[in-house]
């Protein structure tokens, strides 16, 4: 996984609430077993008609948006448990998820692949709403070792918790395996000191 620290990058408002693993990756894009590609179709039946054309009234087709941290309303990844909407979400191109509460499978999966889940008070996400719509060129920065997000020329800030393991797994760039591995000389000399 990449190393993440520190990310300033402006933001996408996906102002709804409850977008389960479905919408975010429809079932039938499941095909795949490699993470590549899965971005091409994310919230793939809202950004696109039946026919195939884009849905110009779809947020991530509103050229006034972009940047790397997409802003989503409350219970964001209910449903379903499944992986690729983490995949799809980070294919696509996303390093951070900020919603007012996350469905616990969709946040371990978004941890265990390098995405980033920022809960927020609600108070917190409405007033980033109402700053992303007013100006779409804003910009946020989310510091992960000092658990904060703030939104750059404003006293727009607050704090956000993230399990200690799943933080320094991300700060490093570690998955599980690599966390194993980066302490093999501590698990070898526990190992030695057991007596069997």
Request: some cysteine; charged content about 25%.
């Amino acid at each position: 996984m990449e190393k993440f620290t520190t990310l300033q990058s402006r933001a996408i408002p996906l102002h709804i609430e409850n977008v389960d693993t479905d919408q975010i990756i429809p079932a039938r894009f499941l095909k795949a077993t490699d993470r590549k590609g899965f971005g091409d179709n994310v919230f793939r039946d809202w950004r696109y008609h039946k026919d195939g054309t884009a849905n110009s009234d779809f947020v991530l087709n509103n050229s006034k948006y972009s940047g790397s941290i997409l802003v989503a309303g409350d219970n964001f990844g209910c449903g379903s448990s499944r992986e690729h909407a983490a995949w799809a979400i980070t294919d696509y191109g996303f390093k951070v998820v900020v919603s007012s509460f996350f469905a616990d499978i969709f946040k371990g999966n978004a941890l265990n692949n390098g995405l980033l889940p920022v809960q927020v008070s609600k108070q917190f996400l409405s007033d980033l709403f109402q700053q992303l719509e007013s100006n779409p060129y804003t910009e946020l920065e989310v510091n992960l070792e000092n658990q904060t997000i703030s939104v750059e020329n404003s006293d727009l800030s607050e704090d956000f918790e993230i399990d200690a393991y799943k933080k320094t797994c991300m700060i490093n760039g570690y998955d599980d395996i690599d966390y194993l591995v980066n302490n093999k000389e501590q698990i070898e000399a526990f190992e030695a000191q057991k007596i069997y």
